[in-house]
């Protein structure tokens, strides 16, 4: 009479559960990387807030930004100009290293901190990081104000080393 069918999958319902979870798996993969990016924009920002209370520590005890500011960082160099400036040199030098190791580095205008001539360096800083995610630069300065500045159309950095 009638056979006794095999209660399993066809082929056909197999590929069909195949192709949606890996349809699941790719929009959780580029969800998992957006966060990823979005987490590195705020571990730059928070270490360059980190600068910024070291700057201030060092202003309350020595009176001046001027022994963590030296005019301006590139990310070559910037780190290395750090090591013997005051009780919070060691310091300040692993924050900058974590900061450059942290950003994504599109041109020498990655991570820039002092100030332009027409501003005192004893007692004024500026800050100014590249957020890869959000594609702008992050500034903070001694003024205690921080905004994120867009990149300039022609792909030059924008300047806010005046104490934004």
Same mark, same amino acid.
């Given at each position: ?5 095999? %209660?399993g999958?066809t +082929? ?12 699941l ?14 987490? %590195?924009?705020?571990?730059? %920002? ?6 910024? +209370? ?17 005019? +301006? ?5 910037? *780190?290395?100009? +750090?090591? /013997? ?14 900061l ?10 990655t ?15 500026s800050?100014?990081?590249?957020l ?6 992050? *500034?903070?300065?001694?003024? /205690? ?14 300047? *806010?080393?005046?104490n934004?």
């Amino acid at each position: 009479m009638f056979q006794e069918r095999n %209660k399993g999958f066809t +082929l056909i319902e197999l590929l069909v559960v195949i192709a949606i979870i890996s349809l699941l798996s790719s929009i959780v993969t580029a969800s998992l990387n957006s966060a990823r990016q979005r987490a %590195k924009d705020s571990a730059i %920002k928070q270490g360059v807030n980190q600068m910024r +209370l070291l700057l201030e520590q060092n202003l309350s005890d020595y009176g001046s930004y001027t022994n963590l500011q030296p005019n +301006l960082w590139y990310p070559n160099t910037a *780190c290395s100009t +750090l090591s /013997g400036a005051g009780n919070y040199g060691a310091q300040a030098a692993s924050i900058c290293a974590n900061l450059i190791s942290t950003m994504a580095m599109p041109s020498n205008w990655t991570f820039i901190f002092g100030l332009t001539n027409s501003v005192s360096q004893s007692n004024a800083f500026s800050i100014m990081a590249y957020l890869p995610y959000k594609n702008t630069y992050y *500034c903070v300065g001694s003024s /205690g104000r921080n905004s994120d500045i867009s990149v300039g159309g022609d792909g030059t950095p924008p300047g *806010c080393s005046s104490n934004p």
